[in-house]
């Protein structure tokens, strides 16, 4: 005796996505070679729509309403990821191939001392020791007060008035201009107080943009640590800044610390603090605390104004350092993270 | 060691809210007492507040007096952490450190807490604490690997461990076995009977067979409706709160027939 299937329905084949998706793509070159552009879309335009209404329809056919639904959400949903990615995989290539045409040993080492706009060669040395610096100088000011900040907001002040105004004024400084962080530093320390530009001001002006960065993604952390271990903590009889410090901080730990380099990298991409507060030097200055250093932000703002093709090529180099530089900080990130990740069987 | 507590007219606040109304109570050392009744009655909140730990909750607070042989937990210059030392407690859910190893768990308490001891001791500290916990014969070849890699009932005994390294005097017990399996519920219990002899034990527990089976008093709270305050019923011995209860609403909640 032959039992009828009452579990499966009819399914598309499992062929049907990748045929409509060459059937569309075939029907998009011929149109774009054709030039013709039908309802007056752009070819990729019409053949993603016709990719969805086909597949949709199709399977409205075959599998029924709810399958078809299914197709045209996910459809929707992944064509709004590639939209999503278009300009950041083409900033990416862009930038890469733009940047790695310069890139060589001189470039990274050199300087631009003595190197008129016009004239090819130079570097970004004195740009890398600026933002090295500058971020550092930022990151050593304000990872300990941002940490702190957090634990004061999570650890200690859940509810209290004070708490709800520092965390307010956390918002808002999250929401300042870098521009104005720049202008802040540029009257309240060296205009008032008379120091000159440095890569220390331009430091102290990151610093206003990083605090709130880490006070953030460090109380994102903290508020996911369960409350079960505290109390767990606590009622061994240990005392709380010991409890925060042995049990808290540790199984947040590899959280933190991406967020604190997710904000160092945030901060070593910007530029009008820099402008204000440090300006622009042509040659390596090792001191943060006296005169102009250039950053690779300020570098490529600097050569991308001089308007020369030697000049514009260095912008793009300098772009792709800054690019592999962050990355290199993401990537340092995720390997502390792991290193640092609470330990699993 | 073991220490008696005397609760008296014990109310207890979550701010403005009264949770819990005039708690009189006593538990006697070397015993163990067990809190039975409905869910939002208040129970855990009076075994919270024998060891300060419900006043962490944002705006809780309790008065009345928690005497713990004739010294009040609440007193003026008593330091909650000091109380916590000697009054120990374990959880609903395993809490093990996931950062430590079940050796940096069971001696969390004397690492983190007191001054630093020679290792030589914490060893002995650690194998006294988990043969008292009936964990050591399973663990004694890993207590260097990470505590949340055990199953639910070892991570619970773990903490019993870690809770009686400190050697405290009393040991409360929030539901100790209700996230765990009924072969693992039964490794608790034997434990329970073992450490009577040791400590003051105090356990709530929503079940009734587990009250009837480890403890020797039992006291039964019970709420009127939500938003009221829940209040103590009746206490008793064990035997005579399931079979002979004074009150009809012990009666009927240890019968099954609540409501």
Known sequence: ?345 | MSKRIDLVDLDIFYGDFLAVEQVTLTVNPRSVTAFIGPSGCGKSSVLRSINRMHELVPGAYVTGEVLLDNEDVYGVDVDPVLVRRTIGMVFQRPNPFPTMSIYDNVVAGLRLSKRRRRSKDLDDVVERSLRSANLWAEVKDRVDRPGAGLSGGQQQRLCIARAIAIEPEVLLMDEPCSALDPISTLAIEDLIHELKDTYTIVIVTHNMQQAARVSSTTAFFNVNAVGEPGRLIEIGETSQIFSNPRVKQTEDYVSGRFG
Request: cysteine-free; hydrophobic content about 55%.
């Open chain 1, 1 to 345: 005796m032959t039992t009828v299937p009452i579990l499966t329905g009819r399914r598309l084949p499992r062929w049907s996505t990748p045929v409509v998706a060459a059937a569309a793509i075939l029907v998009g070159l011929v149109l774009q070679f054709g030039g013709i552009s039908p309802l007056g879309l752009a070819p990729a335009l019409f053949a993603a729509i016709g990719f969805i209404v086909a597949r949709s329809t199709w399977s409205w056919i075959l599998e029924g309403r709810r399958h078809a639904t299914d197709r045209l959400m996910g459809s929707l949903v992944v064509g709004a990821l590639l939209l999503a990615l278009v300009p950041l995989v083409w900033i990416l290539i862009t930038v890469a191939i733009r940047g790695y045409s310069v890139m060589n040993t001189e470039f990274i080492t050199g300087t631009m001392r003595n190197i008129g706009p016009r004239v090819e060669g130079g570097g970004i040395g004195h740009a890398f020791v600026g933002t090295l610096q500058q971020v550092g100088i930022a990151a050593l000011i304000s990872l300990p007060i941002g940490i702190m900040t957090a634990i004061q907001l999570v650890e200690y002040g859940r509810g209290k008035t004070l708490s709800r105004w520092i965390s307010f004024f956390v918002d808002v400084m999250t929401g300042v201009p870098s521009i104005v962080a720049g202008l802040f530093i540029y009257t309240a320390v060296i205009l008032t107080f008379g120091f000159s530009q440095s890569g220390f001001a331009a430091g102290l002006a990151l610093t206003i943009l990083m605090i709130p960065v880490v006070v953030r993604s460090t109380e994102e952390m903290l508020r996911i640590v369960p409350n079960s271990l505290r109390e767990g903590a606590l009622a061994l009889g240990i005392p709380k800044w010991r409890v925060i410090t042995f049990v808290v901080l540790p199984t947040a730990i590899s959280g933190i610390i991406t967020g604190a380099m997710l904000a160092i990298a945030r901060v070593a991409g910007e530029t009008a603090p820099l402008l204000l507060t440090t300006f622009l030097a042509q040659d390596v200055n090792f001191n943060a605390f006296d005169g102009s250093q250039t950053a690779l932000p300020t570098f490529i703002w600097d050569q991308i104004s001089r308007g020369t093709a030697p000049a514009i090529d260095r912008a793009w180099g300098g772009a792709y350092a800054l690019i592999l530089f962050v990355l290199v900080l993401y990537a340092a990130a995720r390997v502390i993270a792991a290193v640092f990740a609470p330990a699993r069987e």
